[in-house]
């Protein structure tokens, strides 16, 4: 079994990758509202900032900043993981192990994190969150992805609205995903 070393600082910030188990459904954007409702559930329970985010058909990008007295992302991943999956009706393909533990063959059972450096590393993170969209292909420019961040950031300066990305920046980043 692997193990897993995850970096805990409390009222840290955090990007992570949260896959589907079968890439080729589309069910974050198809149960968006679902999906929206699952965070905003944990958030009340446990609260956290989403600083950006984008949901793509079969996985999402996000950076979180906790509370100062809290690092406990995983409990809020659980969370939310499982209150979406409760809004889906059951049926797709399920592993002997998932049935045995009585499982949903929804979500990946990990998701990928990395704990913000300093100022630039979150400014990276959220260009690339942003611009993931239009990396996958699902739309021309990054404005025109209804799921995402983007235009609160428009909106309080951040970004133009015709921002691009920069390329470098971007590739420079070295997520495969």
């Known amino acids: ?45 446990r609260p956290f900032h ?10 999402l990008h996000c950076l979180w900043t906790l509370p100062p ?4 992302y995983s409990t809020r991943w659980r969370l939310i993981k499982t209150s979406f999956a409760r809004t889906l009706a059951p049926g797709e393909r399920l592993s002997d192990r998932r049935q045995k533990k009585g499982e949903r ?44 961040s983007f235009q609160r950031f428009v909106e309080n300066g951040t970004y133009p609205l015709d921002w691009a990305g920069d390329p470098e920046t971007i590739a420079a980043t070295g997520f495969g995903e």
């Open 50 to 59: 989403i600083n950006a985010i984008v949901v793509l058909p079969d996985h």
């Open 1 to 45: 079994m692997p193990h897993y070393i995850r970096a805990y600082v409390p009222g840290g910030s955090y990007f992570f990758t949260v896959a589907l188990l079968e890439r080729h459904r589309c069910l974050l954007t198809e149960h968006v509202d679902a999906l929206r409702a699952a965070f905003i559930s944990v958030w009340r329970q």
């Open 105 to 148: 063959g929804i979500w990946q059972r990990r998701f990928w994190e990395h704990t913000i450096r300093d100022q630039r590393d979150f400014n990276i993170h959220c260009d690339y969150i942003h611009y993931n969209p239009v990396k996958h292909g699902y739309v021309a420019r990054v404005a025109d992805w209804p799921h995402s």
């Open 69 to 72: 007295d809290d690092a406990d």
